[in-house]
């Protein structure tokens, strides 16, 4: 099968973009809808057997995909087709473009420089279970636990003998001459002396002892940090040498490695599987074969992994940790992008205040518009309510809610009010409770709590995961309301305050599976993010009275 896929619908009817998919936020051109579902049908057969788990197997993988719609050289319109990482343990498939470095390749320097320091770790796991290594430890550890535990009898005898001829010397002093005394207290203390020379004698046999056996186990710590090192030193070459392996191209058939397009980012070193996207990879065999890229996109296949939310046959944007230095610092470079929507924010007039006084206000957050100032964007609900309230001390953003998200928010207008507000939301002294509208019907029962912990998913920010190991704790109420036209009306009271906490418990196959009606990071695209802020009550911190605000969901 040709890696160059032409169009079995008629597509002749749709335009050609005037830019190139901007990659982490998208919708998907209409050409690159064609040839997505194309490629969905041939995934449909799955000629490789590959474990997508859409038939129970018992370790589902699941894989993102991508498609670019390019015009080859004689102009004709067609797409090639990429799969992230590998598929059945392998890299090259017919009807898929090649990895941009083939790893796997038997004949390459990687799987040899593999194998020998695969052959290293089996030399220290050979020592490190020999029989003789783990006699000579563990002999070693009775010896040292023996000298302690004796050294410690011998002390609490010598402390206990000492006490005891203490007592002898002052019933002598009652009972005999001082002639007699003196005679009794020299004894005494020739007993005192032979006990410390006892002790020192016994610390000097056991320390004997001790390093005749440490002699026997630095045979095998020798060794084994000669090859420990010798292995170390293997894989950082091995590493610099894949990075450097690495060389993607431009347009301008410029050409960069891994190595130097991570060296000036946060994270000089790359992460791993940097590289084996399915979108530097489809852009990589484009520009080598003076294909014109004109939109891409791409899609989850199969079952979704325990920790994120994919679901299949959804399209996603590209990981800003592998692929945004990639893509954005070099192979994108120079070519016409559709605008990142990101630095854009809906245009609001006013915002309107639910509640003010000398200390606070609550103000109501329109959806899709910052709390506070981001990189790109400086108008807020922050920048608003200086502009509003010029004279205050602060004003300072107690708590946040999403840009998405829309509500009640507090907003202290001194150092100290931020200082006793924010003292309140640390404690969980202030009931906060939201209103969403989820896709679909929820199959938990009508009331519950969600606990799923969260963190931060590194290689692919703003995301976040489910961590059993590593979350932070993240627990959510919740009582639903309605139930209409296949939709979850449903109140949500977070008892933690994690990022994207109710979104991932609405979306997560182990929460509710049911994500929030257009829910553009854990769900679908499509109108405004269905989640609003609509209670809020605390004792105010200063006048001591109950302060209780409501808002009624928009949507």
């Known amino acids: ?49 590959h474990p997508f788990g859409l038939t129970n197997e018992e370790k589902p993988i699941g894989k993102m995909f991508g498609v670019i719609v390019v015009l080859d050289q004689q ?22 473009v090649p990895p941009v470095f083939d790893l796997l390749d038997r004949d390459g320097y990687f799987i040899k420089e593999e194998e020998f320091i695969n052959r290293l770790t089996h030399k220290v796991d050979e020592i490190t279970s020999s029989k003789d290594y783990k006699f000579a430890c563990f002999s070693h550890g009775q010896l040292v636990n023996e000298f302690l535990k004796t050294c410690e009898q011998r002390k609490t005898e010598i402390k206990n003998n000492k006490a005891l001829r203490k007592e002898k010397r002052q019933a002598a ?13 020299q004894i005494l203390q020739e007993e005192s002396k032979t006990e410390q020379i006892q002790l020192k004698r016994l610390i000097r046999e056991y320390k004997l002892k001790i390093a005749e056996n440490e002699k026997k186990i630095a045979v095998f710590t020798s060794l084994l940090s000669t090859l420990k090192e010798q292995r170390a030193a293997h894989s950082a070459h091995l590493q610099q040498r894949i990075f450097k392996s690495y060389a993607f191209l431009n347009h301008k058939k410029q050409v960069r490695n891994l190595a130097d397009i991570f060296a000036k980012t946060s994270t000089p070193v790359p992460p791993a599987g940097a590289g084996e996207c399915a979108a530097p990879k489809l852009l990589q065999y484009a ?40 893509l954005m610092n070099h192979m994108l470079l120079g070519m016409k992008l559709e605008e990142n929507p990101l630095l854009h924010q809906a245009i609001i007039t006013e915002i309107p205040i639910v509640f003010e006084d000398d200390y606070l206000m609550v103000l109501e957050k329109p959806a899709e518009f910052l709390s506070v100032p981001g990189k790109a964007i400086k108008d807020s609900v922050l920048q608003r309510v200086k502009e509003m309230r010029p004279d205050a001390s602060g004003p300072l953003m107690v708590h946040r809610l999403d840009m998405s998200t829309s509500g009640l928010l507090v907003v202290a207008k ?40 969260l963190r931060l998913d590194i290689d692919n920010r703003p995301f976040q995961l489910v961590c059993n190991d590593f979350g932070k704790a993240a627990l959510t109420a919740y009582e639903v309301l309605e139930i209409k036209d296949e939709r979850t009306r449903i109140s949500f009271k977070p008892l933690t305050g994690r990022t ?28 405004r993010l269905c989640l609003h802020a609509t209670t ?15 808002s009624k969901a928009p949507f």
């Open 1 to 49: 099968m040709s890696v160059l896929h032409r169009f079995t619908t008629d597509v002749s009817g749709i335009p050609l973009p005037e830019s190139f998919t901007y990659p982490f936020y998208y919708e998907p051109h209409p050409l690159a809808l064609h040839a997505a579902r194309q490629l969905q049908e041939e995934l449909e057969k799955n000629p490789w057997q």
């Open 75 to 96: 102009n004709q319109l067609g797409f090639l087709c990429a799969f992230s990482g590998k598929l059945s343990e392998s890299n090259h498939h017919s009807g898929f």
């Open 173 to 185: 002093m009652l009972q005999l001459s001082s002639f007699d005394y003196l005679r009794f207290n």
């Open 287 to 326: 520009f080598l074969n003076s294909y014109t890229p004109l939109c891409m996109a791409e899609f989850w296949w199969g079952a979704s992994p325990v920790s994120e939310i994919r679901v299949h046959k959804q399209f996603y944007p590209a990981c800003k940790g592998k692929c945004e230095p990639i």
């Open 414 to 453: 001194s150092l100290e009010a931020y200082k006793k507000l924010q003292f309140l939301f640390i404690k969980r002294k202030v009931e906060k409770k939201y209103e969403a509208l989820l896709e679909g019907v929820i199959s938990k029962p009508n009331t519950g709590v969600i606990n799923l912990p």
């Open 500 to 527: 994207h906490q109710l979104r991932v418990h609405s979306a997560h196959a182990l929460g509710l599976n049911c994500p929030i009606v257009g829910d553009d990071l854990y769900g679908k695209k499509g109108g």
């Open 536 to 550: 809020l009550s605390f004792v105010h911190p200063f006048t001591k009275s109950l302060v209780s605000l409501e």
